[in-house]
């Protein structure tokens, strides 16, 4: 034992309290705590991350095209071990506890399944949610413009009813309409919500959530009028891949327009539910930024322990 781990040891002893009853509060009790180590141990397994005495490989100098592909590994090895154990832990957060949106599949469980279950019908959650969750089809959330971040009452993309054909017509009109920023939207998932200014017959409803396919799920590339592409390196999380994307009057089935809230008919009439309100379109949005704040509270967390470990 070094001399740093008697005294923080001797600390410790020195509480009136075992810290690892704390602990158990924090991570909603020893059943769960004890279940989430063993999580992050099959994890770490998995990627060679046991040895807490070495430095994780994704501090070790890697290049923009090598962290990605380490996101990839660690984003594959946290959803298929949800998958296969049937639990949730890897929904908000990494195995390191950064927010999850540092993995390539982050948005999937971060925003995409979120909004299924805030925005979509009885009938569209029970087609995309096994879907999502079997982890066959992998989402992104498709809000900021290059013009437009959180503005929603600002952004261009349009969804135009075409009441001959029974469909959408997702178009960017413009430059900044450009979808820009979506993490995971450059290299790594085949489908998004789009949120998009809904046009019937001539009238703006605002904006809408809407199922966008971005890329076959046989071959991954994507769909006729969809141009998509990494953005590059940015000052953090260079693990993922926020990318960009342009429509060009792309088609979709009238019934993929998230219709718990609002909905079209086939004759182009636009309705709302009894608890229809234009804010219910950013519920997805003011859920996540709750995640958010939860997530750096334990990053916050950790970067004290560090600290206060080596002042002593």
């Known amino acids: 034992m070094t001399r740093q781990q008697q005294l923080m040891q001797a600390a410790r002893s020195k509480a009136t309290f075992k810290p ?70 890897f929904d908000n957060a990494t195995h390191h506890y950064t927010l999850v949106n540092a993995s390539p599949f982050g948005l999937h469980p971060l925003m995409f399944v979120p909004t299924l279950k805030l925005q979509a019908s009885p009938e569209q959650l029970a087609y995309w949610l096994p879907l999502a969750d079997s982890g066959k089809i992998i989402g992104a959330y498709c809000q900021t413009e290059l013009g437009h971040g959180t503005f929603l009452r600002g952004l261009e993309t349009t969804a135009t009813f075409d009441r001959q054909t029974d469909e959408f017509i997702i178009h960017s009109p413009t430059i900044t309409s450009t979808k820009y920023w979506p993490g995971g939207i450059g290299y790594s998932t085949t489908h998004a919500i789009v949120m998009a200014r809904l046009l019937v017959q001539g009238t703006d409803y605002g904006v809408h959530p809407f199922m966008v396919q971005l890329r076959s799920v046989e071959d991954f590339r994507p769909l006729p009028g969809i141009e998509l592409g990494d953005i590059g390196a940015t000052m953090g999380l260079n693990s ?31 309705s709302k539910s009894a608890a229809g309100n234009d804010k219910l379109s950013y519920s997805t949005m003011i859920y996540t930024r709750n995640i958010i704040v939860h997530t750096m509270a334990f990053q916050l967390a950790q970067a004290v322990t560090i600290a206060t470990r080596y002042s002593v």
């Open 240 to 270: 993922t891949d926020n990318g960009y994307a342009v429509f060009n009057r792309v088609r979709i089935p009238r019934h993929h327009m998230m219709m718990r809230n609002a909905s079209v008919s086939r004759d182009g009439v636009y």
């Open 20 to 89: 690892i009853d704390l602990t158990h509060i924090i991570y909603n009790g020893e059943e769960d705590f004890k279940s989430r180590q063993l999580v992050r141990s099959r994890i770490e397994k998995r990627l060679g991350e046991s040895d807490g005495t070495k430095l994780p490989q994704v501090h070790e100098g890697l290049d923009r095209k090598s962290l990605y592909h380490h996101g990839l590994r660690f984003a594959q090895a946290m959803l298929e071990d949800e998958i296969e154990h049937k639990h949730g832990y």
